[in-house]
């Protein structure tokens, strides 16, 4: 399969950025992760819009219009073959001539970087066991809202969690469970289901609005409100959600079980919506 590198498509092998790349240097850059299915891009309108923010926050012209993102970003898909993929896309700031933390001249144009990996869904007994998740200090910066490609911080806290022998790390700050590593954070408490509101502090999920829509459209429900340790430890159910990993149950939370340690009731509709959601867009 080929890769995607400032405007040809060519063998991964080929595809070589200057070391003087600012996403090299600095981690000077913002990404994007987007599912396919049966060669159909997933809330790719989304995903677009996050990338549009993601840029402006960072000061980066967008390098393409919407039409040439969405022709390039299938035909990548195109070629990579029949079955799900994940599409990788990252855009730096670009390679300058020397190595300086302002910003390069303006006739140095971004990198546009694009890949893709097979992708597969979660496996049903891996889903009906769920994850396991442990609480940590979010040592990430204050505009965790910026999807950027400087994430030594949730690196850490993702091989932290798991050299403690769970799945995922779910971030505190000043009180309040933000999200997890790489994942949203969702609690189901009394019938009700809710999500910390979205700000500086954590990374707007594009699966984070597509379960909330699916909430809304089934009549479960829902609120955008601030959740405490204490709400979490308390929880009836918590999910993560990330556009690969879509919608998993944590049954295990610091090493206690999440209520009776499966996944819950909720949860199992939630999965069941998201799912149909997904044949949908097969289906065209
Ligand atoms: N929060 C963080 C920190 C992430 O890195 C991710 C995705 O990788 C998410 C949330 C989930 O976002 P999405 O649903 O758009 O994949």
Known sequence: SRVYLN??????????????????????GIYE???????????????????????????????HDRATWRALLQELVATAGPGDHSVYLQVTRGADVKRDHAFPAADVKPTVFA??????????????????????ADTRWARC?????????NVLLRQA????????????????????????????ADGMLSTPPKGPALLPGVTR?????????????????????TDLRRADEIWLTSSTREVMAVTRLDGQ???????????RRMAEWYQDCKAALRAG
């Open 7 to 28: 405007g040809r498509f060519l063998p991964l092998a080929e595809a070589c950025v200057p070391v003087l790349d600012r996403g090299f240097l600095f981690g000077d």
């Open 145 to 153: 809202d910026i999807k950027a490609i400087t994430l030594l911080p």
């Open 209 to 229: 609005d597509l379960v909330l829509e699916l909430a809304q459209r089934h009549g479960l429900p829902w609120a955008e409100r601030a959740i405490s340790e």
């Open 257 to 267: 079980p999440v209520g009776d340690g499966r996944p819950g009731p909720v949860w």
């Open 115 to 136: 890949m893709t990996h097979p992708l597969r869904a979660p496996e049903p007994a891996r889903l009906e066991t769920g994850a396991s998740a442990r609480l940590m």
């Open 161 to 188: 969690a798991l050299d403690a022998g769970d799945d995922e790390a779910i971030l505190v700050r000043d009180g309040a469970v933000l999200e997890g590593s790489a994942s949203s954070l969702f609690i189901v």
């Open 33 to 63: 992760v987007i599912p396919a299915y049966g060669g159909h891009l997933f809330r790719l309108t989304a995903h677009l819009d996050r990338l549009d923010a993601s840029l402006a926050a960072v000061r980066i012209g967008n390098p």
